[in-house]
T-cell receptor
Framework: GAVVSQHPSRVICKSGTSVKIECRSL??????MFWYRQFPKQSLMLMAT?????????EQGVEKDKFLINHASLTLSTLTVTSAHPEDSSFYIC????????????FGEGSWLTVV | QKEVEQNSGPLSVPEGAIASLNCTYS??????FFWYRQYSGKSPELIMS????GDKEDGRFTAQLNKASQYVSLLIRDSQPSDSATYLC????????????FGTGTRLTIIP
């Protein structure tokens, strides 16, 4: 299957700082990427849809100024958590849509963010 | 009513038996259906995709789709302890809309 790489896999940051998570599609071009957040023992919650070259579409209740998403190329999207707080600690997962595989969605490995 | 519903479990199945996981969805216009497996602390992994009514088999896994009943299931034959995970049902509602809607997942435990 297609490969989506996410980096870093784990990050610890101090409260008030910002942290950037990268999502790359390694062997296909992804015009659309998605960012999810998952709290322990809960399902994935879609945060935003990222389209290459345009502004991200955020889900209701997700602060666009806090979770900055950039999709500058067909293989890279980034999520920046700004002014992080302990309640932002979560598992962040990106995914990419592979059009040549019937729009199958492939997930990155996820990034554990801990804000201390 | 939730868009995608699954029994949260836990579902316990003896090793070697068939595990049956079920999912219903509310949007009758849904076109694409997926089953993902998620181990604790890991990202979801695609198991099966299905787009048309009927059965689709891949190794020990069989996905079944019934659009009239708005129902999709996953059967795991010859269950192994390594199949113990949370299984997520996901649906894409419309062509051109690639947004996945997930169920809450069913936690499956295979008992040796």
């Amino acid at each position: 299957g297609a490969v989506v790489s996410q980096h870093p896999s784990r990050v610890i940051c101090k409260s008030g700082t910002s942290v950037k998570i990268e999502c790359r599609s390694l062997d296909f071009q992804a015009t659309t990427m998605f960012w999810y957040r998952q709290f322990p023992k809960q399902s994935l919650m879609l945060m935003a849809t990222s389209n290459e070259g345009s502004k991200a579409t955020y889900e209701q209740g997700v602060e666009k100024d806090k979770f900055l998403i950039n999709h500058a190329s067909l293989t890279l999207s980034t999520l920046t958590v700004t002014s992080a707080h302990p309640e932002d600690s979560s598992f962040y997962i990106c995914s990419a849509s592979h059009r040549d595989s019937g729009n199958t969605i492939y997930f990155g490995e996820g990034s554990w963010l801990t804000v201390v | 009513q939730k868009e995608v519903e699954q029994n949260s479990g836990p579902l316990s199945v003896p090793e070697g038996a068939i595990a049956s996981l079920n999912c219903t969805y509310s949007d009758r216009g849904s076109q694409s259906f997926f089953w993902y497996r998620q181990y604790s602390g890991k990202s979801p992994e695609l198991i099966m995709s299905i787009y048309s009514n009927g059965d689709k088999e891949d190794g020990r896994f069989t996905a079944q789709l019934n659009k009239a009943s708005q129902y999709v299931s996953l059967l795991i034959r010859d269950s192994q302890p390594s199949d113990s995970a949370t299984y997520l049902c996901a649906v894409i509602s419309n062509f051109g809309n690639e947004k996945l809607t997930f169920g809450t997942g069913t936690r499956l435990t295979i008992i040796p």
